[in-house]
């Protein structure tokens, strides 16, 4: 697969270059994390956090992450 400067690319293949290039430069677990952070996620989040948080207070929120955070933290990482 060569590039050429034109960018007459179709999408499909502008995927492919890209992929291709990552994979050279960062390996398969680094490409994947990579992709995970630029894909769009799905579904309408505005809604479902007013479905989830409808009822609840900032506070509560928070009290109910750090209750979260401090159950599954590792033992040995700073608070």
């Known amino acids: 697969m060569t590039i050429t400067r034109d960018f007459k690319h179709t999408d499909m293949e502008l995927r492919q270059v ?3 290039l990552l994979l050279q430069n960062l390996g398969y677990a680094e490409t994947l994390r990579f992709l995970s952070q630029i894909s769009p996620g799905h579904g309408d ?3 479902r956090r ?3 948080f409808a009822e ?3 506070d509560e929120i928070f009290d109910e992450a750090k209750q979260h955070l401090d159950k ?3 033992p040995n990482r700073p608070t």
């Open 72 to 74: 599954n933290r590792e």
């Open 18 to 20: 890209g992929i291709a």
């Open 50 to 52: 007013e479905q989830l």
């Open 45 to 47: 989040y505005l809604h």
């Open 56 to 58: 609840a207070t900032v």
